[in-house]
């Protein structure tokens, strides 16, 4: 069964940074398509960056390429979101997303973390 688990949002200024955390269990980050995604308040989901299997590729939305960078760790089989230069338009809910074997479409999701980023 997997399961995907995010942390490390939070309450953070105009202009700061902040790092959300992705933990898989029940399949391999590193051999994966993985993706990160948000949601604000009334929006619907926007898609932010994904990484393609083997850690190599990637490729971001035009929103927020720049600012943030996405990477993982094989040792502990986590995905990361680095957010830099945060806006009051960054805040949402951000997901962790990645796709079962076959599959065309982001069908394994996380709970996902709150970003709320203040004026």
């Known amino acids: 069964q997997v399961q995907l688990v995010e942390s490390g949002g939070g309450l953070v200024q105009a202009g700061g940074s902040l790092r959300v955390s992705c933990t898989a269990s029940?399949?391999?980050?590193?051999?994966?398509?993985m993706a990160w995604f948000r949601q604000a308040p009334g929006k619907e989901r926007e898609f932010l960056v994904g990484l393609m299997p083997g850690g190599g590729s990637t490729y971001y939305a035009a929103s927020v390429n720049g600012r943030f960078a996405i990477s993982s760790d094989n040792i502990t089989n986590t995905l990361y979101l680095q957010m830099n230069s945060l806006n009051p338009e960054d805040t949402a809910v951000y997901y962790c997303a990645a796709k079962s074997p076959y599959t065309i479409h982001y069908d394994l999701w996380g709970q996902g973390t709150q970003v709320t980023v203040s004026s």
């Open positions: 029940g399949l391999s980050v590193s051999n994966s398509d």
